[in-house]
């Protein structure tokens, strides 16, 4: 069993930057790590993902302004978000998805990100 916990959101104007972590209780030497957001009344949407390996892929109304990164030895994952937009808000969900036993995906509660015009 892991346990993700989100960390970082807040109230921003449009404009500004926040970084958001996720920590794991156990190790994610194995997962696929990803971070997704849900704005009211609207699905959960992926907004980055990295592999084991280190490849990144970006939702498109994100690139170029968030940054995914992970540290294995710490098993953590960083959101770094600039250049906010009002668009941008929402709850960030950590996910970890294991391609090694257990072979399942794993969440966390979600950090609110405010972004004021």
């Known amino acids: 069993q892991v346990q993700l916990v989100e960390s970082g959101g807040g109230l921003v104007q449009a404009g500004g930057s926040l970084r958001l972590f996720c920590a794991a209780s156990?190790?994610?030497?194995?997962?696929?790590m990803g971070w997704y957001r849900q704005a009211p009344g609207k699905q959960r949407d992926l907004v980055a993902t990295i592999t084991i390996g280190g490849t990144t892929k970006y939702a498109d109304s994100v690139k170029g302004r968030f940054t995914i990164s992970r540290d294995n030895a710490q098993n953590t994952v960083t959101l770094q978000m600039n250049t906010l937009k009002p668009e941008d808000t929402g709850a960030y969900y950590c996910?970890?998805?294991?391609?090694?036993?257990?072979?399942?995906?794993?969440w966390g509660q979600g950090t609110q990100v405010t972004v004021s015009s």
């Open positions: 156990g190790s994610i030497f194995t997962a696929a």
């Open positions: 996910n970890a998805h294991f391609l090694a036993p257990p072979f399942r995906d794993y």
